[in-house]
Structures are given as structure tokens and as C-alpha cells.
T-cell receptor, first 116, second 111 residues
């Protein structure tokens, strides 16, 4: 079974702090993703990566950056945390497959981040 | 990606089959149908996907109508642990990587 592990289930940080969210997958997947999920807004893509050191902006990249130094690890960084970044953060991974996006994404259990 | 329509909520008795419908009348020929579910306070879980043919795996079966305008996810013997929000998504291959979850169907499995 695919295992996507997020480093923390719950995290509380203060406004202005630099926050790191870590994600590790054990299936040698090329693609990795960071989403945030908010009530009424559904899932929104922040960034994704299709290879080591490669990254692409998603729909809401402002205030975030990412790092992918190793294939299995994808980090999300909040450069200067703000209260509007309080959310559930979800990491996912997938293999490209024959069609670029017809392979399913497998998700971690999420990190519920609160910025005070 | 094609729009999908799902009922807001459904109930199912434990041990019975849960049949979750999804309408996707604007689906195009190269769009896949995916099902995910999300149990409260957990990340979404992939269940199954298909293009034209019916599919079955250890979790569920996916029945796609011949005209592909609707599909049904079948959980053959629902358990209390199947209580979750179920999302039907249709996606064009090579359309980009973001998954767009709609509101889904909230399935309640009762004893």
C-alpha cells in the first residue's frame, strides 16, 4: 500500500513565524502535491513537484514555498505565517503513468495548522 | 474537467450494499471517473477509477453507464467504518494536476 506520511497531525504556530510542513512517501512516486482544505472552499492546490528540485505553482502559491531535495520528501514552507493560513494541509503523491494525470493521487492524513 | 452531480447525503444499513450515484452528463471521451472518500479528520483516500469499463477492486466496484453520463460506486457490504464523504471526480488526461473535489455525498452507515 502507498504510504504518505505527514510529520505532524496538529501544529500551532504564531504569526510571523517560519513554518515547515514535511511530507514523505514510500512508493518512489515522481509527483508530489501540497493542498489546503478549508470548509466551503474544498481542496486547493498550493504547489506540486514532478521531479526532484522541480516545482510548479498551483492555484494559491502566495505566501508559500516548497522544497524537494529528495524524491521521497516534499516540504511546504510558510515564509511568515499569517492567521489566514490556518487550515488543514494535505500532501499527496502519484506516479505519472501512461497519461499525465490519469493516475490516482494518494494522500497523507493531513496537518491541521493553527496560526495564532 | 466535467462537472459532477452527487446527492448531498445517503444512509445505508451496515452489511448492506451502498450504491452511490454520480451524474457527469458533460463527460468527454478522454475523461476518467475517479472516486475518493474522506473520513472525518483524515486525508482523502483513493477508492477506484475507470474510463469506460466497469472496474472492481478490494474496496469497491465502479459501474459506468454505456453512454458514460453517469456512474455508481458500490460498496458491497458497508461497515460503520465506511461512513465518510464520497467524492466523484472526472478528469481529462493531461489537464493538469489539481484535483477538484466538489461537495460529495455524505454517507452514513448505521448499525
Amino acid at each position: 500500500d502507498v504510504k504518505v506520511t505527514q510529520s505532524s497531525r496538529y501544529l500551532v504556530k504564531r504569526t510571523g513565524e517560519k513554518v515547515f510542513l514535511e511530507c514523505v512517501q514510500d512508493m518512489d512516486h515522481e509527483n508530489m502535491f501540497w493542498y489546503r482544505q478549508d470548509p466551503g472552499l474544498g481542496l486547493r492546490l498550493i504547489y506540486f513537484s514532478y521531479d526532484v528540485k522541480m516545482k510548479e505553482k498551483g492555484d494559491i502559491p502566495e505566501g508559500y514555498s516548497v522544497s524537494r531535495e529528495k524524491k521521497e520528501r516534499f516540504s511546504l514552507i510558510l515564509e511568515s505565517a499569517s492567521t489566514n493560513q490556518t487550515s488543514m494541509y494535505l500532501c499527496a503523491s502519484s506516479t505519472p503513468g501512461a497519461g499525465v494525470s490519469n493516475q490516482p493521487q494518494h494522500f497523507g492524513d493531513g496537518t491541521r495548522l493553527s496560526i495564532l | 474537467d466535467a462537472k459532477t452531480t452527487q446527492p448531498t447525503s445517503m444512509d445505508c444499513a451496515e452489511g448492506r450494499a451502498a450504491n452511490l450515484p454520480c451524474n457527469h452528463s458533460t463527460i468527454s471521451g478522454n475523461e476518467y471517473v475517479y472516486w475518493y472518500r474522506q473520513i472525518h479528520s483524515q486525508g482523502p483516500q483513493y477508492i477506484i477509477h475507470g474510463l469506460k469499463n466497469n472496474e472492481t477492486n478490494e474496496m469497491a466496484s465502479l459501474i459506468i453507464t454505456e453512454d458514460r453520463k453517469s456512474s455508481t460506486l458500490i460498496l458491497p457490504h458497508a461497515t460503520l467504518r465506511d461512513t465518510a464523504v464520497y467524492y466523484c471526480i472526472v478528469r481529462v488526461a493531461n489537464s493538469g494536476y489539481a484535483l477538484n473535489f466538489g461537495k460529495g455525498t455524505s454517507l452514513l452507515v448505521t448499525p
